[in-house]
Nanobody, 110 residues
């Protein structure tokens, strides 16, 4: 199971931090996807346990993904938020099988 938190309403240019906690250590990839109304779900950022990161072009330089040393939690620090970042954000883990967390809404007002 994945427990995500940290979404909310913020003005353009503001920041939010999302957190997601797994029920056990994940030896694999943890990350975040998002889905805006009328659009497909897309990868935002992900991180392997050794620390390799992947970012969507649209968030590169503004968002930072990180994991705790225990390999249980993944975080998404979102800075310089834009209205187009508005979406439901989903925590995702992959370790030979894939698990999705419940989404958390992020709304950025202009």
């Amino acid at each position: 199971q994945l427990q995500a938190s940290g979404g909310g309403l913020v003005q353009s240019g503001g920041s939010l931090r999302l957190s997601c906690k797994a029920s056990r250590r994940i030896i694999g990839v943890m990350g975040w996807y998002r889905q805006a109304p009328g659009r497909q779900r897309e990868l935002v950022a992900s991180m392997t346990l050794p620390g390799q990161t992947t970012y969507a072009d649209s968030v590169n330089g503004r968002f930072t993904v990180s994991r705790d040393n225990a390999g249980i939690s993944v975080y998404l620090q979102m800075n310089s938020l834009k209205p187009e970042d508005t979406a439901v954000y989903y925590c995702n883990v992959w370790f030979g099988r894939e698990i999705w967390g419940l989404g958390t809404q992020v709304t950025v007002s202009s």
